[in-house]
């Protein structure tokens, strides 16, 4: 069975936990590395980190994002968006697809 972990700050991820996820809560982005790498090494197909963390990791996130496993999403955090999950999301449709399908304007 596949399992899902969540990084970040306590107060924006413990809410997973009831619904089955494993959390992880971090204080900094460093943190969130070393965890990031254990829980690719513990093959886990799905980790969502939040985008108050995620700011300051973009190369280590940048590891993940050509492989199969794990799929690293970046959600927002109880502070709110900072844009960067719908960012890379756009970067990776137009990757994927070759344009910008998404967010074109009307």
């Given at each position: 069975m596949h399992r899902i972990g969540v990084i970040g700050d306590q107060d924006s991820i413990l809410g997973f936990k009831a619904i089955g996820m494993s959390v992880f809560p971090v204080e900094d982005s460093s943190q969130a590395e070393m965890i990031l790498e254990r829980l690719?090494?513990?093959?886990?197909?799905?980790?969502?980190?939040?985008?108050?963390?995620?700011?300051?990791?973009?190369?280590?996130?940048?590891?993940?994002?050509?492989?199969?496993?794990?799929?690293?999403?970046?959600?927002?955090?109880?502070?709110?968006?900072?844009?960067?999950?719908?960012?890379?999301?756009?970067?990776?449709?137009?990757?994927?697809?070759?344009a910008d399908i998404l967010f074109r304007d009307a």
């Amino acid at each position: 069975m596949h399992r899902i972990g969540v990084i970040g700050d306590q107060d924006s991820i413990l809410g997973f936990k009831a619904i089955g996820m494993s959390v992880f809560p971090v204080e900094d982005s460093s943190q969130a590395e070393m965890i990031l790498e254990r829980l690719a090494r513990e093959n886990y197909a799905v980790v969502y980190i939040t985008e108050q963390i995620a700011k300051d990791m973009e190369q280590a996130i940048d590891r993940y994002k050509d492989s199969m496993t794990p799929a690293v999403i970046l959600i927002p955090s109880n502070q709110g968006s900072l844009g960067i999950g719908m960012r890379n999301l756009k970067k990776s449709v137009e990757r994927a697809i070759g344009a910008d399908i998404l967010f074109r304007d009307a």
